[in-house]
């Protein structure tokens, strides 16, 4: 027989809450971007054992406009040409380039 009774448990528990986000590559503060989830991503890159950095892990928050400037070009080859937004992602890459 298993006898039972209720008995109310109060603890603390600490949570982490996002208060900003900052772009990893330019230091743009996202926070309102993020808010309405737009304009920004997470890069994550996982390097195999053996490898220079021998199984670490990275992940580093992007805007939008960091991710097309530093990564447009190698999706144009693998992926863009799929997608209906190609130009218009192409005249941004190309509009980020030759900022200076
Ligand atoms: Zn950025």
Not at 27 to 37: A, Q, W
Not at 45 to 70: M, N, R, V
Request: glycine share 8%.
């Amino acid at each position: 027989m298993i006898i039972t009774e209720t008995e109310t448990i109060t603890y603390e528990k600490e949570v982490e809450n996002v208060t900003s986000i900052i772009c990893d590559f330019c230091h743009k503060d996202l926070t309102d971007d993020f808010k309405i989830s737009n304009g920004q991503g997470t890069v994550r890159i996982g390097f195999g054992y053996g490898s220079g950095f021998d199984g670490d892990s990275f992940a580093l928050e992007i805007c939008d406009d960091c991710f097309l400037k530093h990564f447009g070009r190698l999706l144009d080859k693998q992926f863009m040409e799929r997608d209906m937004k190609m130009d218009m992602l192409r005249a941004k890459i190309e509009e980020l380039e030759n900022e200076k």
